[in-house]
């Protein structure tokens, strides 16, 4: 079985602000892991997904996370945010077979 | 063309009805799911098809009950409408072809039992 927890539920920053949502799993097989982001009464988007190779992932609008097998973390980071950037941000795992289970969510609010 | 299409967008229905959302990919992907996100933003998964073979069926209600007629389609039906079914309800598929291996969502079914 695996799981996915946020750390924050809500996260609010300043416009131009870094930020880091972070995210932990667990899992007992090898995993692939996504960060979907929500925008108020849409849909899921991928921002971005880790399946092998290089631990750095980039994303679409200026987001990246990072693997850490070790820490079993895949925490997701952007330099410099926007207001366009509030949103609710979900990290998710697969391990083996199809099943895609979601964290919590995390709200980021960026303030002027 | 949209990847993965819900219909309807929105449904507000009384409680006892009963009531079914559509959902359809033309990605070619063998895989589709059932999604429930709860009104604190929780998504949990409800049921899996591959192939149209039921492979995941969570702890769900018997009123809930999905049907898929083929590959591309995935419909979920539920009987007897309660006040906590209210919910927003997300049909996606998964593909596993290198190129654009994950999961593709619908826009979501915001399903409203007064």
């Known amino acids: 079985a695996q799981s996915v927890t946020q750390l924050d539920s809500q996260v609010p920053v300043f416009e131009e602000a870094p930020v880091e949502l972070r995210c932990n799993y667990s899992?007992?097989?090898?995993?692939?892991l996504f960060w979907y982001v929500q925008y108020p009464n849409q849909g899921l988007q991928l921002l971005l997904k880790y399946l092998s190779g290089s631990t750095l992932v980039k994303g679409i609008n200026g987001f990246e996370a990072e693997f850490n097998k070790s820490q079993t973390s895949f925490h997701l980071r952007k330099p410099s945010v926007h207001i366009s950037d509030t949103a609710e941000y979900f990290c998710?795992?697969?391990?083996?077979?199809?099943?895609?289970?979601f964290g919590e969510g995390t709200q980021l609010t960026v303030n002027p | 063309d949209t990847a993965v299409s819900q219909t309807p967008k929105y449904l507000v229905t009384q409680m006892g009805n009963d009531k079914s959302i559509k959902c359809e990919q033309n990605l070619g992907h063998d895989t589709m799911y059932w999604y429930k996100q709860d009104s604190k933003k929780f998504l949990k998964i409800m049921f899996s098809?591959?192939?149209?073979?039921?492979?995941i069926n969570e702890t769900v209600p018997n009123r809930f009950s999905p049907k898929s007629p083929d590959k591309a389609h995935l419909n979920l039906h539920i009987n007897s409408l309660e006040l906590g079914d209210s919910a927003v309800y997300f049909c996606?598929?998964?593909?596993?072809?290198?190129?654009?291996?994950?999961?593709?969502f619908g826009s979501g079914t915001r399903l409203t039992v007064v």
């Open positions: 098809y591959n192939n149209k073979e039921l492979i």
């Open positions: 998710a795992v697969k391990g083996s077979g199809s099943r895609l289970t």
């Open positions: 899992s007992s097989v090898s995993v692939y």
């Open positions: 996606a598929s998964f593909g596993a072809d290198q190129a654009n291996y994950g999961y593709t």
